[in-house]
Each structure stands twice: as structure tokens, then as C-alpha cells.
């Protein structure tokens, strides 16, 4: 089965909202969080340096010094930058749609619309199935009922040659519907048992070898009469 999944537009929308609202704030945390990487590396040369030159004896004052102050102008920029990253968490304006709004619409502009799509697909088929399975119920009665005549008459047959000794045993004769192998069972109400029975057995991951999937319940263009079991 494919599904075409339907859209929910206003999440969509308000997604689209969030990642622009997102991508305008990811620029001041990236501005601060290069100006930390800065003030970082500039420490780390200032260290460098430092313990180079008294390793080896070497004066390295003036540029200890240019270093130094590099790193006084860079914790300026880092703490600029940081003031910037907070305000604009302040300022940035929240998005037109609010995760409010996105749950409260989700039941009348969406699943709503889902729900129905799918009871529209899958009620028919529960429908024509409980009709089949009845009307097969209906066909064993009426078959039934229909040969039951005869074979009352074979079956006095079968006693009346025993009777007059045409025969050593009783042939015992079964109505033509009562041993019919009806969906690997005996019987229709049988038949049925283990239709309803594999269904359950489905629900829990057994599928029958046979199943074939039926995409949309075939429309049935002659329907009789409901006979009501008679």
C-alpha cells in the first residue's frame, strides 16, 4: 500500500518559521563563539612565547607586550560580542506561529482530515467483508435446506436396506453440504471460525501465505435482498 501523506501546512509553516528565526540568532553566536576562539588562541601564544623565550634566554618583552595587549583588545571584542548574542536573544521576535497554535489547529485542520480519509477507506472493506462472510452463512442455511429432502430420503433408504438385509451395515450417507471443505475447514461455520481466526492471527504478525492485499473494496453492482439467516 502507498500512502500519499497528507500535508499539515501549518506545521510546515511554522518549522520554516523557526529555522529562519534560527539562522538570523546563529550569526551572533557565531561571531562570539570565533571571538572566544580568538582570545583563546592569542593566550595560548602568549604562553608559547613566553615559555620559549625563558627557555632560552631570549628577551622577548616587545612582543610579549604586542601579544598582551592583542588580548586585552580581543576580550573588548568577546565581551561586545557576547552583550550582541544576549540582546538578540532578547529582541529577536517570536514567529508569527506559536507551537500553541500549531497543537491547538492540529485536530480541526488536519487529523481531522486523515481520520476521515481513512475511515473511508477501510469501512467499505470491513463492510463488503462482514457481508461476504454472512452471505456465505446464508449459502450453506439455503444449500442446506435446499438438499435436505433428498438426502432425508437416501438416509431411509440406507435404513430400509439394512432393514430388509440388501445390506451387512448401515451405509451412512452425509447431506452433500456437511463434509465441504470450506477455507481448509469442514463446514461453513467451520470456514468461518478459521477466517476469523487467521484475522486475529494477523493482528499479531501471521500472516497467511495466500493473503493478498486489496488496495480499494471492489464495488459490488448486484446486491439482493438481506434474507436474514431464512
Known sequence: MTIKIQDYKLLEDFKAEQHER??????????????????????????ITFTRSVKEGTDVTAELLKIDQDIEVQREVVARRERDLRLAHQAMPETKI??????????????????????ELVNPKLQLARDLILSAIVDGKEYSAAYQPIHEEIAEHVKGNHKRGLTPHIMLQNHPTDNARIHNAVGVVAGVRKVLEEV?????????????????????????TAKDGK
Open 98 to 119: 506559536s507551537s500553541v497554535d500549531v497543537v491547538a489547529r492540529y485536530k480541526p485542520d488536519f487529523a481531522d482530515g486523515v481520520r476521515t480519509e481513512f475511515e
Open 200 to 224: 486475529s492471527q494477523f493482528t499479531h504478525g501471521q500472516k497467511p501465505h495466500d493473503y493478498t492485499y486489496i488496495d480499494v473494496a471492489p464495488t459490488v453492482k448486484t446486491k439482493t
Open 22 to 47: 534560527a539562522e538570523k540568532f546563529a550569526q551572533y553566536s557565531l561571531d562570539a563563539q570565533a571571538a572566544r576562539s580568538r582570545l583563546t588562541e592569542l593566550q595560548t601564544q602568549y604562553e
